[in-house]
């Protein structure tokens, strides 16, 4: 199967500040998928197919990437990005499998 | 709108068998796949399986086939979830989430499930 490694586990940023949390997969994968989950919460859709936006999602979320390398970006921080973030690929199925999550911490 | 309302929470003992359930409202239940996910306190999310409801056809994760068996019945909109001979490691909070594409797109609030005598 395929593993997904996320990078850093943890980050703290400030407000305003730009994010970038990263997924590299153990082989290629065709698209990437992102959630958001903050605690006591579920998993709320991002980002499907690598780049797109989920409905209603802020536009200062996007995603990047091919092949094993992918990331996600914050281009402003704000408060309310304070959560986990998990990457999911869907290429090599089954399994679907999931990253192990990129914590985001506020400043 | 589209809605995955989840059972409540479960305290079963060791060695026990568990059925959660999974209720669709909003859309066509019979026409997308709906996935089930596990996540341990404190750690990732673990994709279990998902089954179609238009045939009953399901997917599984190999590292859960005979743990989890999935079902369900087309005249409530209702997925269920069986989890068999429960041990600690199984104590969990449990997610359905309707299948979107490659991907997931509505969540239950999910399952909290509890192994402990």
């Known amino acids: 199967q395929i593993v997904l490694t996320q990078s850093p586990a943890i980050i703290s940023a400030s407000p305003g500040e730009k994010v970038t949390m990263t997924c590299s997969a153990s082989?290629?994968?065709?698209?990437m998928y992102w959630y958001q989950q903050k605690p006591g919460s579920s998993p709320r859709l991002l980002i499907y197919d690598t780049s797109n936006l989920a409905s209603g999602v802020p536009v200062r979320f996007s995603g990047s990437g091919s092949g094993t390398s992918y990331s996600l970006t914050i281009s402003r921080m704000e408060a309310e990005d304070a959560a986990t973030y998990y990457c999911q690929q869907w290429s090599s199925y089954p399994p679907i499998t999931f990253g192990g999550g990129t914590k985001l911490e506020i400043k | 709108q589209v809605q995955m309302q989840q059972s409540g929470p479960e305290l079963v003992k060791p060695g026990a068998s568990v059925k959660i359930s999974c209720k669709a409202s909003g859309y066509a239940f019979s026409t997308s796949w709906i996935n089930w996910v596990k996540q341990r306190p404190g750690q990732g999310l673990e994709w279990i399986g998902r089954i179609y409801p238009g045939d009953g056809n399901t997917n599984y994760n190999g590292k859960f086939k005979g743990k989890a068996t999935l079902t369900v019945d087309n005249s409530s909109s209702t997925a269920y979830m069986q989890v068999s001979s429960l041990t600690s490691v199984d104590s969990a909070v449990y997610f359905c989430?309707?299948?979107?594409?490659?991907?997931?797109?509505?969540w239950g609030q999910g399952t909290s499930v509890t192994v402990s005598s």
């Open positions: 082989s290629s994968v065709s698209y």
């Open positions: 989430a309707r299948n979107y594409s490659y991907t997931m797109d509505y």
